[in-house]
């Protein structure tokens, strides 16, 4: 991959973090200040900023906020309805397959700093996230949290095929993603160049199941065959 890209994120991504600031009291505008985002930019869905400063944010929102799973649980709690990448992928799609070939399409135009490959073996794929540049700081509340999506909209997809025990995942931080909603799944340490989920080839070939309502909770098994 190219690595001299400008590694830039749509600033809309830190709007989970920053309410999640607000909601415990924390003050916002230093936050804010200290990494040179402006909360008019959080607002606009075509401000982009470094990625840099997008991490550093993220993670210095979890310790205001006092809670090291806090990129996970946002991840895990994101409505995929709301997120373009996701809400089209669904959309135009009616397996497994469709749908992940067509996010790691879409989720380029939302990111420069990150590309997304599917890796398609036997009997493992992998879903690839690879970063354009090295972060010099762990970025492990951004890993957590497109861990969270990640595991969301295949265990959403997958309905009742959902089996945790299947799914590995490799990233920077595997303390930060200690929730009870993700038992079962294997989280491997990784580094900071990106983030690696690897599940049966086989899950592939499901039917896609229809996209959630907001009051839809997925199902989730604790079945470890």
């Not at 990640?150 to 959403?156: C, E, P, Q, Y």
């Not at 990106?194 to 039917?207: H, I, T």
């Amino acid at each position: 991959m190219t690595r001299d890209v400008l590694p830039l994120i749509r600033v809309s991504t830190l709007a989970p973090f920053s309410a999640r600031v607000e909601a415990a009291g924390g003050d916002l505008d230093l936050l804010l200040e200290e990494h040179s985002i402006s909360r008019e930019a959080i607002a606009a869905p075509d401000e982009f900023a470094p990625a840099p400063a997008v991490y550093g944010f993220c993670e210095r929102a979890a310790a205001v906020v006092g809670d090291p799973n806090l990129g996970v649980r946002i991840g895990l709690s994101q409505d995929m309805r709301s997120w373009p990448p996701l809400r089209e992928a669904f959309a135009g799609s009616s397996s497994i397959v469709e749908f992940l070939t067509r996010f790691v399409h879409e989720i380029e135009r939302f990111a420069t700093s990150t590309r997304y490959a599917l890796v398609i073996n036997s009997p493992t794929c992998r879903l690839r996230q690879e970063r354009s540049f090295t972060p010099q700081d762990k970025p492990a509340q951004v890993d957590a949290m497109g861990a969270g999506i990640i595991v969301n909209l295949l265990r959403t997809a997958l309905g009742d095929r959902w089996l945790p025990a299947k799914l590995s995942v490799q990233l920077s931080d595997p303390q930060v993603v200690q929730v009870p909603e993700l038992a079962g799944i294997s989280f491997v340490q990784g580094d900071a160049d990106g983030v690696e989920f690897s599940f049966p080839s086989s899950w592939l070939n499901c039917p896609l199941a229809p996209m959630p309502t907001p009051d839809t909770v997925p199902v989730q098994k604790s079945d470890t065959a």
